[in-house]
């Protein structure tokens, strides 16, 4: 099965930046998708970003667009989320996922198959 290690969440200030990394292994070549979710206290959790894994091709939430950027580096096996101009907003726990089949919408959360752990941002106003 698939295995994914988030790791890059720290506390920032508003109006900065972090890289959030999803280390994968396992059967990754079998993933239609790799997404990034977060989810605040009391919040439903929300998908953030996804790529399509056999294009390269991504999807971004509203709330994120023009300032995330989900890019693979394949020769590391590894997922990023670049995060610029961070918001109060975007403080949440942030989770890798990877989704397995195709069919179904990249920001339900019900539909991905394996998940990380779980890397905490705080973005302090």
């Known amino acids: 099965q698939v295995q994914l290690v988030e790791s890059g969440g720290e506390s920032v200030q508003a109006g900065g930046s972090l890289r959030l990394s999803c280390a994968a292994s396992?059967?990754?070549?079998?993933?239609?998708?790799m997404g990034w979710f977060r989810q605040a206290p009391g919040k439903e959790r929300e998908g953030v970003a996804a790529?399509?894994?056999?294009?390269?091709?991504?999807a971004y939430a509203d709330s994120v667009k023009g300032r995330f950027t989900i890019s693979p580096d394949n020769a590391k096996n590894t997922l990023y989320l670049q995060m610029n101009s961070l918001k109060p907003e975007d403080t949440a726990m942030y989770y890798c996922?990877?989704?397995?089949?195709?069919?179904?919408?990249?920001?339900?959360?019900?539909?991905?198959?394996?998940w990380g752990q779980g890397t905490q941002v705080t973005v302090s106003s």
């Open positions: 396992g059967y990754t070549y079998s993933s239609a998708y």
């Open positions: 790529i399509y894994t056999d294009t390269g091709g991504t």
């Open positions: 996922a990877a989704k397995l089949s195709y069919g179904g919408k990249w920001y339900e959360f019900i539909g991905y198959d394996y």
